[in-house]
């Protein structure tokens, strides 16, 4: 079972046999973006704008902060000195002097979590429930077909909406974890549709990856929103942890020289 989310004043350290999920609430506050910008390269801002104005720009920049200020805390460093950088498939690493930590960030209607760990990969995934998803047909175009199979042994409306979702973000966060994206199909790897806190799911060679085993956890969220995270060392300790705004407002960093 998931521990209790804590709040913490200050950041503690990343410790290498742990994994740290950081949660983050846009609702409980507002006006975050201005003190946002100290904490972005020109690259990351100009991103921001291009974003809609409104949830969707506030969830990229906020999100963005956080993981810059969490990776440098990791890496003790300024959080504009981490370089943020994306694999050939898109996923975003960090790397220092040989030193990596693997990360992966989600939002969702103004939830925001971010995962970090320093021994092999991690991926995370939240989304709110929408009564009016057609389940079925998503899952029949990008669930295998057992996971299809079982959704469809549900008579429940809302007991097959939320397997859908528990199963969704299941698959998205192994694929995070994976680091090929959607080039990895999610039908090619079976997750638990039925309720599961933990689970073990293995990416066969169908999906290029012989015998690559994954430990997956759901992450509790409250009432219409569902997360799961996904990891490849699996006695890695998981610290769940609100992320706390004052680390945001009361430490305005500097732009590096490079940035102007």
């Excluded at 990596?100 to 995962?115: D, E, K, Q």
């Excluded at 956890?217 to 705004?245: H, Q």
Aim: overall charge neutral; proline content about 5%.
């Amino acid at each position: 079972m998931q521990d209790e989310w804590k709040s913490v004043d200050v950041l503690p350290s990343l410790e290498k046999d742990e994994i740290q999920v950081w949660r983050l609430e846009l609702s409980e506050d507002a006006g975050l973006l201005s003190a946002c910008k100290e904490y972005l390269t020109a690259e990351e801002q100009a991103r921001s704008e291009r974003k809609r104005a409104g949830l969707v720009r506030e969830q990229f920049t906020v999100a963005r902060t956080c993981l810059r200020i969490l990776l440098g805390n990791a890496f003790a460093v300024a959080p504009l000195h981490v370089p943020i950088v994306e694999n050939l498939y898109g996923k975003p690493e960090a790397s220092i002097f040989g030193h990596s930590v693997s990360f992966n960030v989600t939002h969702s209607r103004g939830t925001i979590l971010i995962a970090l760990c320093k021994r092999g990969a991690v991926g995370i995934d939240a989304e709110h429930i929408d009564p009016s998803t057609d389940v079925m047909g998503i899952a029949q175009s990008t669930f295998s077909s057992n996971e299809v199979q079982l959704l469809s042994l549900l008579v429940s409306p809302e007991a097959r909406r939320l397997a859908f979702y528990r199963c969704w973000t299941r698959k998205e966060a192994v694929i995070k974890a994976d680091g090929r994206g959607l080039s990895l199909p999610l039908s090619c790897f079976d997750v638990p549709v039925y309720p599961a806190h933990s689970a073990s799911v293995l990416v066969n060679e169908l999906c290029g990856e012989v015998g690559k085993k994954y430990s997956l956890n759901d992450i509790e969220l409250g009432k219409d929103v569902v997360g799961a995270i996904a990891t490849d060392s699996p006695n890695c300790r998981m610290n769940w942890l609100y992320f706390p705004l004052s680390v945001l407002r009361d430490r305005p960093v500097k732009k590096h020289s490079k940035d102007h």
